[in-house]
Protein backbone atom coordinates (compact mmCIF):
# COMPACT_ATOMS: atom_id res chain seq x y z
CA UNK A 1 0.00 0.00 0.00
CA UNK A 2 1.17 3.83 -0.61
CA UNK A 3 2.37 5.81 2.73
CA UNK A 4 2.15 9.46 1.81
CA UNK A 5 2.89 12.25 4.30
CA UNK A 6 -0.91 13.99 4.37
CA UNK A 7 0.52 17.73 4.00
CA UNK A 8 1.42 16.11 0.39
CA UNK A 9 -1.68 15.17 -0.25
CA UNK A 10 -3.25 17.50 -2.26
CA UNK A 11 -0.14 18.30 -4.60
CA UNK A 12 0.61 14.85 -5.95
CA UNK A 13 -2.97 13.56 -5.80
CA UNK A 14 -2.38 10.28 -5.27
CA UNK A 15 -3.45 9.90 -1.90
CA UNK A 16 -2.40 6.85 0.74
CA UNK A 17 -4.28 3.62 1.49
CA UNK A 18 -3.65 4.67 5.07
CA UNK A 19 -5.97 6.99 5.50
CA UNK A 20 -5.15 9.92 7.74
CA UNK A 21 -7.69 11.42 10.25
CA UNK A 22 -9.87 14.78 8.70
CA UNK A 23 -10.10 12.68 5.05
CA UNK A 24 -13.46 10.77 5.46
CA UNK A 25 -16.80 12.17 6.12
CA UNK A 26 -18.33 10.43 9.46
CA UNK A 27 -20.60 8.58 7.64
CA UNK A 28 -18.06 7.14 5.66
CA UNK A 29 -15.68 6.77 8.74
CA UNK A 30 -18.88 5.33 11.19
CA UNK A 31 -19.62 2.92 8.17
CA UNK A 32 -16.41 1.98 8.57
CA UNK A 33 -16.15 1.08 11.64
CA UNK A 34 -20.02 -0.64 12.02
CA UNK A 35 -18.56 -2.89 8.73
CA UNK A 36 -15.08 -3.82 10.46
CA UNK A 37 -16.48 -4.54 13.67
CA UNK A 38 -19.23 -6.90 12.00
CA UNK A 39 -16.62 -8.51 10.05
CA UNK A 40 -14.02 -8.98 12.95
CA UNK A 41 -17.11 -10.39 15.33
CA UNK A 42 -17.83 -12.88 12.75
CA UNK A 43 -13.98 -13.78 12.21
CA UNK A 44 -13.42 -13.96 15.90
CA UNK A 45 -16.71 -16.66 15.58
CA UNK A 46 -15.38 -18.47 12.57
CA UNK A 47 -11.72 -19.04 13.80
CA UNK A 48 -12.83 -19.83 17.70
CA UNK A 49 -15.11 -22.78 16.00
CA UNK A 50 -12.08 -23.41 13.36
CA UNK A 51 -9.11 -22.94 14.26
CA UNK A 52 -6.49 -25.69 15.76
CA UNK A 53 -4.20 -25.41 18.58
CA UNK A 54 -1.28 -25.55 16.42
CA UNK A 55 -2.55 -22.27 14.48
CA UNK A 56 -2.76 -20.04 17.33
CA UNK A 57 1.22 -19.51 17.18
CA UNK A 58 1.33 -19.08 13.86
CA UNK A 59 -1.01 -16.29 13.74
CA UNK A 60 1.21 -14.36 16.04
CA UNK A 61 4.14 -15.03 13.98
CA UNK A 62 2.32 -14.37 10.91
CA UNK A 63 1.43 -11.11 12.56
CA UNK A 64 4.61 -10.22 13.95
CA UNK A 65 6.16 -10.90 10.10
CA UNK A 66 3.72 -8.71 8.07
CA UNK A 67 3.67 -5.89 11.05
CA UNK A 68 7.56 -5.88 10.44
CA UNK A 69 7.96 -6.49 6.86
CA UNK A 70 5.28 -3.44 6.61
CA UNK A 71 8.19 -1.72 8.02
CA UNK A 72 10.35 -1.74 5.12
CA UNK A 73 8.94 0.99 2.19
CA UNK A 74 10.35 1.09 -1.26
CA UNK A 75 10.22 4.07 -3.07
CA UNK A 76 7.44 4.18 -6.23
CA UNK A 77 6.64 7.52 -7.50
CA UNK A 78 5.64 10.75 -7.31
CA UNK A 79 6.90 10.91 -3.90
CA UNK A 80 5.24 7.69 -3.04
CA UNK A 81 6.24 4.16 -1.04
CA UNK A 82 5.24 1.05 -1.01
CA UNK A 83 5.40 -1.90 1.24
CA UNK A 84 3.72 -5.53 1.96
CA UNK A 85 -0.04 -5.50 2.35
CA UNK A 86 0.01 -9.08 3.31
CA UNK A 87 -3.42 -10.05 3.66
CA UNK A 88 -3.29 -12.95 1.10
CA UNK A 89 -0.26 -14.30 2.08
CA UNK A 90 -2.29 -14.43 5.90
CA UNK A 91 -5.37 -15.63 4.22
CA UNK A 92 -3.46 -18.21 2.35
CA UNK A 93 -1.82 -19.70 5.39
CA UNK A 94 -4.63 -19.06 8.01
CA UNK A 95 -7.22 -19.09 5.90
CA UNK A 96 -9.69 -15.86 6.11
CA UNK A 97 -11.01 -15.21 8.89
CA UNK A 98 -8.02 -15.90 11.21
CA UNK A 99 -6.29 -13.52 8.61
CA UNK A 100 -8.62 -10.62 8.77
CA UNK A 101 -7.99 -10.56 12.65
CA UNK A 102 -4.25 -10.68 12.37
CA UNK A 103 -4.85 -8.05 9.57
CA UNK A 104 -7.10 -6.00 12.06
CA UNK A 105 -4.16 -6.52 14.85
CA UNK A 106 -1.70 -5.29 12.33
CA UNK A 107 -3.16 -1.82 11.50
CA UNK A 108 -4.45 -1.45 14.72
CA UNK A 109 -1.08 -1.11 16.27
CA UNK A 110 0.29 0.64 13.26
CA UNK A 111 -2.39 3.47 13.93
CA UNK A 112 -2.10 3.32 17.68
CA UNK A 113 2.02 3.54 17.99
CA UNK A 114 3.02 4.73 14.52
CA UNK A 115 0.21 7.24 13.20
CA UNK A 116 0.32 5.30 10.09
CA UNK A 117 -3.79 6.06 9.37
CA UNK A 118 -6.09 8.25 11.79
CA UNK A 119 -8.15 6.64 14.32
CA UNK A 120 -11.05 8.21 12.98
CA UNK A 121 -10.26 6.58 9.78
CA UNK A 122 -9.49 3.03 11.42
CA UNK A 123 -12.49 1.18 10.62
CA UNK A 124 -12.07 2.30 7.10
CA UNK A 125 -8.58 1.15 7.01
CA UNK A 126 -9.06 -1.87 8.40
CA UNK A 127 -11.89 -2.67 6.07
CA UNK A 128 -9.75 -1.69 3.20
CA UNK A 129 -6.41 -3.38 3.82
CA UNK A 130 -7.40 -6.39 5.90
CA UNK A 131 -11.13 -7.41 5.61
CA UNK A 132 -11.52 -7.07 1.91
CA UNK A 133 -8.17 -8.30 0.95
CA UNK A 134 -7.70 -11.37 2.93
CA UNK A 135 -11.78 -12.28 1.20
CA UNK A 136 -10.75 -11.67 -1.77
CA UNK A 137 -7.31 -12.91 -1.69
CA UNK A 138 -8.25 -16.26 -0.19
CA UNK A 139 -11.13 -16.74 -2.76
CA UNK A 140 -8.74 -15.69 -5.69
CA UNK A 141 -6.24 -17.85 -4.18
CA UNK A 142 -8.53 -21.30 -3.39
CA UNK A 143 -10.15 -20.65 -7.18
CA UNK A 144 -6.73 -20.42 -9.14
CA UNK A 145 -5.32 -23.83 -7.27
CA UNK A 146 -8.32 -25.72 -7.37
CA UNK A 147 -8.68 -25.12 -11.13
CA UNK A 148 -4.82 -25.76 -11.88
CA UNK A 149 -4.97 -29.13 -10.75
CA UNK A 150 -1.46 -29.26 -9.66
CA UNK A 151 0.29 -27.07 -11.97
CA UNK A 152 3.13 -25.10 -10.35
CA UNK A 153 2.97 -22.38 -12.79
CA UNK A 154 -0.72 -22.29 -12.56
CA UNK A 155 -0.89 -21.87 -8.75
CA UNK A 156 1.95 -19.17 -8.87
CA UNK A 157 -0.01 -17.32 -11.18
CA UNK A 158 -2.92 -17.38 -8.75
CA UNK A 159 -0.71 -16.84 -6.08
CA UNK A 160 0.15 -13.27 -7.78
CA UNK A 161 -2.94 -12.66 -9.64
CA UNK A 162 -4.59 -13.04 -5.76
CA UNK A 163 -2.18 -10.35 -4.28
CA UNK A 164 -2.31 -7.84 -6.70
CA UNK A 165 -5.78 -7.52 -6.61
CA UNK A 166 -6.00 -7.09 -3.44
CA UNK A 167 -4.06 -4.34 -3.43
CA UNK A 168 -5.72 -3.07 -6.04
CA UNK A 169 -9.15 -3.74 -4.29
CA UNK A 170 -7.77 -2.11 -1.59
CA UNK A 171 -6.58 1.54 -3.60
CA UNK A 172 -10.23 1.41 -5.01
CA UNK A 173 -12.37 1.33 -2.11
CA UNK A 174 -10.22 4.45 -0.41
CA UNK A 175 -10.29 5.76 -3.57
CA UNK A 176 -14.29 6.04 -3.52
CA UNK A 177 -14.64 6.83 0.28
CA UNK A 178 -12.77 10.07 -0.44
CA UNK A 179 -14.70 10.71 -2.98
CA UNK A 180 -18.02 10.11 -1.33
CA UNK A 181 -16.00 12.21 1.23
CA UNK A 182 -15.52 15.12 -0.97
CA UNK A 183 -12.10 14.98 -0.55
CA UNK A 184 -11.02 14.42 -3.76
CA UNK A 185 -13.29 14.37 -6.97
CA UNK A 186 -13.70 10.30 -7.83
CA UNK A 187 -12.16 11.13 -11.48
CA UNK A 188 -9.01 12.53 -10.16
CA UNK A 189 -8.38 10.13 -7.17
CA UNK A 190 -9.47 6.67 -8.83
CA UNK A 191 -6.36 6.97 -11.08
CA UNK A 192 -3.81 7.95 -9.01
CA UNK A 193 -4.87 5.42 -6.72
CA UNK A 194 -4.85 2.56 -9.01
CA UNK A 195 -1.76 3.58 -10.90
CA UNK A 196 0.25 3.42 -8.06
CA UNK A 197 -0.92 0.50 -6.39
CA UNK A 198 -1.08 -0.89 -9.66
CA UNK A 199 3.24 -1.02 -9.23
CA UNK A 200 3.16 -1.65 -5.38
CA UNK A 201 0.84 -4.85 -6.47
CA UNK A 202 3.26 -6.02 -8.64
CA UNK A 203 6.00 -6.10 -5.45
CA UNK A 204 2.71 -7.61 -3.24
CA UNK A 205 2.31 -10.34 -5.97
CA UNK A 206 5.91 -11.27 -6.11
CA UNK A 207 6.88 -11.30 -2.35
CA UNK A 208 3.76 -13.32 -1.63
CA UNK A 209 4.67 -16.32 -4.38
CA UNK A 210 8.24 -16.26 -2.94
CA UNK A 211 7.18 -16.62 0.49
CA UNK A 212 4.64 -19.81 0.09
CA UNK A 213 7.64 -21.11 -1.89
CA UNK A 214 9.88 -21.22 1.18
CA UNK A 215 6.89 -22.02 3.04
CA UNK A 216 6.56 -25.39 0.86
CA UNK A 217 10.43 -26.07 0.46
CA UNK A 218 10.44 -25.60 4.64
CA UNK A 219 7.28 -26.07 6.09
CA UNK A 220 4.69 -27.52 3.39
CA UNK A 221 2.45 -29.16 6.47
CA UNK A 222 1.45 -25.30 7.12
CA UNK A 223 -0.03 -24.66 3.13
CA UNK A 224 -3.72 -26.01 2.73
CA UNK A 225 -4.32 -29.19 1.44
CA UNK A 226 -4.98 -27.83 -2.13
CA UNK A 227 -1.92 -25.94 -2.23
CA UNK A 228 1.18 -26.10 -4.95
CA UNK A 229 3.47 -23.81 -5.02
CA UNK A 230 7.25 -25.57 -4.91
CA UNK A 231 8.40 -28.95 -6.44
CA UNK A 232 10.30 -30.20 -4.01
Keep these: MALIDPST ?21 GAGFILTAAAVTVAVRRT ?30 GGTSGHLLGATLAAILLGPWAAIIVMASVIGVQALIFQDGGLAALGANI ?11 YAVYTTTSRLANGRLWLTQAGAFAAAWLTVQAGAALTAFELAVSD ?6 VLPSMMGVHALIGIGEGLVTVAALAFVAATRRDLLPAHATVSEG
Design 48 to 77: NRTLGERSVPLMGVMAAFIFAAQMMNFPVA
Design 9 to 29: LQSIQAPAMHIPDGFLSAPVA
Design 183 to 188: TSPLNV
Design 127 to 137: FNMGVVPALLG
